[in-house]
């Protein structure tokens, strides 16, 4: 006959919450296996049992993973030999680390394992949070204290009508949060951030949660007997954490996620949706695709980063309008475009994302291209040529920058020593302007004008320059000083017209030095 392993929920805390058929065990049991003696519930079991815990195994100074594997192995081992009940906090399959594992290991051998359900740490949290948005119902929050109350006047409580899982609650654990770098949530929906223990584990968490939460969005430490509000960026400034504190996350006040976007677009493109969106096409989207793309180029030519959302956001908008398109013609879904570039990116960093050791940028690159050309291999499209894979609707200067670098990286290059390279490259910038001026035709010129202009972009590339960049920025500035130029013109009633070569000089002049001071 097998052996038994039961493992028992002990509820959220409170020994009155324990479960009818619990209680009923644990009162015909001798000995009981805790994973920790640190819950409430602990002190109202019966006397007379036998409690073995494994408290001192956190104390090892392993970390959770190797802590979770010691225990199951210990229970696995107790198991093999007699039965054995195993006591979590609140219900087994919540939040219960150790017991997949158990499940998992007690198949494999044969032994048998029985369930029994504790009330988990989420419904007492729940009930706990509607009190506290039904007693400040018709009132308004304040924050808690004066530094907060400055920088964030209008930081309010955002409560939800209703804390029903099923209408959207995300459930994880602190600790995975902690070791992440961004958060696995959607913001468009509340979430319940379990076994928040430690002031430590707050710092962390409260970072990765700062990479999608604003630092002012309020967030609730809910424990046993109290709940505490304060400002994201506060979190770690308490000091109100145990083993049953819990964080309330709540939602964003306006749509914030991506899926939430996403929903905006396919309903614009529903057939109850906007005639406009309907009807546009991969290819009859093109134009703003590049449209929105060079709007983002020039909010951030200016620096400008209020722009800079507004324009990734509409650029945003463009892409996952072609995913949904893609979606209707059942192409592909944005869940297959965010799973390939996701795999490649880890593919690219096994630096990273694996075990390759790397000591400079350099070889960070040359990995990083012999990847590349594996995986074109494996497409059965390997490139014959170091040009291969340029884009040919780049920029014609961004363009030549691309074949220049491409080309010296294969070998193609001027000198190995960067000086003696530049000293080249100045050279044949000053011999394509005398082949300029030696020509003897427009054509002629045009084609010496080419040069010219794709040595430039190599000098750039020898630089480590942005061609494309540099020459926005030169417009930029030419029009920036043009316009001070006709204004002042215009503020002095002259004419441009019929100003002196000289007299324009002066003036732009003027201009330089006004934009220098």
Not at 324 to 348: C, G, H, P, S
Not at 377 to 387: D, T, V
Request: contains cysteine; charged residues 25%; glycine residues 4%.
């Amino acid at each position: 006959m097998s052996q038994l392993l039961t493992i028992l929920g002990l509820g959220p805390g409170d020994p009155n919450l324990i479960t009818r058929e619990a209680w009923d065990v644990l009162t015909h049991a001798d000995v009981v296996h805790l994973r920790t003696r640190k819950h409430p519930t602990v002190e109202g079991l019966p006397a007379h049992l036998t409690l073995r815990d494994f408290d001192a195994l956190y104390e090892s100074g392993d970390d959770f993973a190797q802590l979770y594997a010691r225990i199951v192995e210990e229970i696995i081992s107790a198991a093999q030999q007699r039965d054995v009940i195993y006591a979590v906090p609140g219900h087994p399959l919540v939040g219960e680390a150790t017991v997949p594992a158990l499940l998992q290991r007690a198949r494999d051998l044969g032994i048998e394992t029985r369930l029994i359900a504790g009330l988990s740490f989420i419904e007492p949290v729940l009930e706990r949070l509607q009190i506290s948005a039904l007693s400040s119902e018709s009132t308004e929050d304040k924050p808690d204290d004066t530094k907060d109350a400055a920088a964030h006047p209008k930081s309010k409580i955002q409560h939800p009508r209703s804390f029903d899982p099923l209408e959207g609650l995300q459930l994880c654990d602190a600790l995975e949060v902690a070791a992440l770098h961004h958060p696995p949530l959607n913001p468009d929906r509340p979430a319940l951030i379990a076994q928040l223990y430690a002031r430590a584990i707050a710092s962390d968490v409260k970072l990765t949660l700062m990479n999608q939460y604003p630092p002012q969005h309020r967030v609730a430490v809910v424990r046993a007997d109290t709940i505490t509000w304060v400002a994201l960026h506060q979190l770690d400034h308490t000091d109100c954490f145990d083993h049953l504190t819990t964080l309330y996350l709540p939602a964003m006040p306006a749509t914030a996620s991506f899926e939430g976007l996403q929903e905006t677009i396919a309903h614009l493109r529903a057939p109850e949706g906007c005639p406009w969106d309907r009807v546009q096409t991969h290819e009859s989207l093109r134009g703003a695709l590049l449209e929105e793309l060079y709007e983002v180029l020039t909010a951030l030519d200016a620096g400008d980063l209020h722009a800079l959302r507004e324009e990734l956001g509409d650029l945003l908008m463009n892409l996952i309008m072609q995913a949904q398109i893609a979606t209707e013609a059942e192409a592909f879904r944005m869940v297959d475009v965010i799973a390939e570039i996701d795999a490649k990116l880890k593919r690219r960093h096994p630096h990273v994302f694996g075990d390759t050791a790397v000591n400079s940028v350099g070889e960070v690159l040359t990995n990083w291209n012999a990847i590349k050309q594996q995986e074109h291999i494996e497409k059965g499209a390997a490139r014959e040529s170091a040009l291969d894979g340029i884009p040919p609707a780049l920029p014609a200067l961004a363009q030549a920058q691309k074949m220049a670098h491409k080309a010296e990286r294969a070998g193609f290059q001027w000198s190995k020593d960067a000086r003696q390279a530049t000293a080249l490259r100045l050279a044949k910038v000053h011999e394509e302007i005398d082949e300029i001026v030696a020509a003897g035709d427009n054509d002629h010129r045009r084609e010496e004008l080419g040069d010219l202009l794709f040595t430039l972009a190599d000098l750039a590339d020898g630089f480590d320059i942005d061609a494309e960049t540099a020459l926005r920025e030169a417009n930029l500035k030419f029009a920036r000083r043009f316009r001070a130029l006709e204004k002042l013109i215009r503020e002095r009633h002259l004419d441009m017209q019929a100003m002196s070569l000289a007299e324009l000089q002066a003036v732009w002049t003027e201009v330089k030095r006004a934009e220098a001071g």
